[in-house]
Nanobody, 112 residues
Framework: QVQLVESGGGLVQPGGSLRLSCAAS????????IEWYRQAPGKQRELVAG???????YFGDSVKGRFAAYRDNANGTAYLQMNSLKPEDTAVYYC??????WGQGTQVTISS
């Protein structure tokens, strides 16, 4: 399997921004589409965004217009740029590709 590691989470005030990173330890990273998910306590895991091999991205309705996704294949890293953050964005965020397992995720907390 491909191993992906999420990082960049933290505590941010409402309206703030945060950038998450998804790093791969394998050189074949560029061959995979990457998707971002999040899960809040007691709630179902939901798709946040995806970044295709081509670099095109798609987003869940709840974050559309606020988040951006991009990738740097040379560095084997995908990024999720989160802007205009709201308390309801609080969750553990995960990145995943078809050949990866679910990892530990990174905690994002939006609070005053």
């Amino acid at each position: 399997q491909v191993q992906l590691v999420e990082s960049g989470g933290g505590l941010v005030q409402p309206g703030g921004s945060l950038r998450l990173s998804c790093a791969a330890s394998r050189s074949i990273f560029s061959t995979y589409d990457i998707e971002w998910y999040r899960q809040a306590p007691g709630k179902q895991r939901e798709l946040v965004a995806g970044i295709r091999r081509s670099g095109s991205a798609y987003f869940g309705d709840s974050v559309k217009g606020r988040f951006a996704a991009y990738r740097d294949n040379a560095n084997g890293t995908a990024y999720l740029q989160m802007n205009s953050l709201k308390p309801e964005d609080t969750a553990v965020y995960y990145c995943k590709c078809i050949d990866s397992a679910w990892g530990q995720g990174t905690q994002v907390t939006i609070s005053s």
